[in-house]
C-alpha cells in the first residue's frame, strides 16, 4: 500500500495553507505537514478558504520545526521545484514532470513524502539535494513560477486520476533505512573510483537522480548493493596490487 504525505515547507500565508487543504479534498488526500509556519495555520482565513472538508485536514494535519525531521518519515521523499536546470545545476535540477512521477510511483508500497517550499523562494539547492528526486511542471519560460496550490492541484490530480490503474503491479518498495544503506554504499563506491575528487560530488549526485526516478524496489536493491560492493573491492584490490608492484 502506498501512501501519500502533502508537506508544505515554512507557509506564509494563512490563505495558501486553506487552499492547499481544500486542494487535497477535492483529490481524496488526508495527510498533511506543515514544517516550521510563520503564520497562523489555525487562523480565520485558513478556516475559511480550506471550507468544510479541508478544515477536516487542517485539524488533523502535523506540524514540525525541521525539515530534516520530516524527510526521515518517509521511505522516499521528492520535492517540488519552478526552476529549471537552464538557471541551476544540471545534475541537481533534472526533474520529473507530474505525469512520469505518476507513471512509476503507484508501482510501488511505501510512505512516499511530496515537499512544496515557501510562496516566496521554494526550496534552496542545497534543500532540493536532501530529496531523493524533484518534480517540477512545465510551463512557460517568462513566467515558469506557480502558486503553490496551483501546482499541487496539479499534481495531485494527476495521482488522482491513476490511482485506480487496474493494470499496476504492486512491488515493495525499499524503505528509508535501506535507501540511506544504498546512498552510502554509492558514496563510498565513488569515493574509490580514480576520478578527479572535484567530480565526485556530481557523480554521486547523478547516481542519486537515478535512484530517485528508478524507485528502487527490495529485489533491485539486494542486485545493486551485491553489485557495488563487488566492484568497489575490486577497484581497492586492482589499487593494492598496483602498489605492492611498485
Known amino acids: 500500500m502506498i501512501d501519500f504525505y502533502i508537506v508544505f515547507v515554512e507557509p506564509e500565508s494563512e490563505d495558501n495553507i486553506g487552499a492547499l487543504a481544500r486542494v487535497m479534498a477535492n483529490f481524496d488526500f488526508k495527510n498533511l505537514i506543515l514544517v516550521n509556519p510563520k503564520v497562523n495555520p489555525y487562523g480565520d482565513k485558513v478556516r475559511i478558504v480550506a471550507r468544510e472538508k479541508g478544515w477536516e485536514i487542517i485539524k488533523n494535519m502535523k506540524i514540525y520545526n525541521n525539515l530534516d525531521e520530516v524527510i526521515d518519515l518517509f521511505d522516499?521523499?521528492?520535492?517540488?521545484?519552478?526552476?529549471?536546470?537552464?538557471?541551476?545545476?544540471?545534475?541537481?535540477?533534472?526533474?520529473?514532470?507530474?505525469?512520469?512521477?505518476?507513471?512509476?510511483?503507484?508501482?510501488?508500497?511505501?510512505?512516499?513524502?511530496?515537499?512544496?517550499?515557501?510562496?516566496?523562494?521554494?526550496?534552496?539547492?542545497?534543500?532540493?539535494?536532501?530529496?531523493?528526486?524533484?518534480?517540477?511542471?512545465?510551463?512557460?519560460?517568462?513566467?515558469?513560477?506557480?502558486?503553490i496550490t496551483h501546482s499541487a492541484a496539479i499534481i495531485l490530480y494527476e495521482l488522482f486520476v491513476s490511482r485506480n490503474n487496474p493494470i499496476r503491479k504492486v512491488f515493495k518498495l525499499i524503505n528509508n533505512q535501506e535507501r540511506k544503506y544504498l546512498y552510502k554504499m554509492f558514496k563510498d563506491f565513488v569515493d574509490v573510483l580514480p576520478s578527479q575528487d572535484y567530480r565526485k560530488p556530481f557523480i554521486y549526485r547523478g547516481l542519486r537522480n537515478l535512484i530517485g526516478k528508478a524507485l528502487i524496489t527490495k529485489r533491485e536493491y539486494s542486485l545493486i548493493m551485491g553489485m557495488l560492493r563487488i566492484a568497489k573491492e575490486n577497484i581497492e584490490n586492482c589499487r593494492k596490487n598496483k602498489n605492492q608492484t611498485l
Do not use: C
Open 76 to 147: 522516499i521523499n521528492y520535492g517540488t521545484t519552478g526552476v529549471s536546470s537552464k538557471i541551476g545545476n544540471e545534475v541537481l535540477r533534472n526533474p520529473l514532470t507530474p505525469r512520469e512521477f505518476v507513471n512509476s510511483i503507484y508501482k510501488y508500497d511505501g510512505k512516499v513524502g511530496i515537499f512544496f517550499g515557501r510562496e516566496s523562494k521554494g526550496f534552496s539547492n542545497e534543500e532540493l539535494n536532501k530529496f531523493d528526486g524533484i518534480i517540477t511542471i512545465p510551463a512557460s519560460e517568462e513566467y515558469p513560477i506557480m502558486n
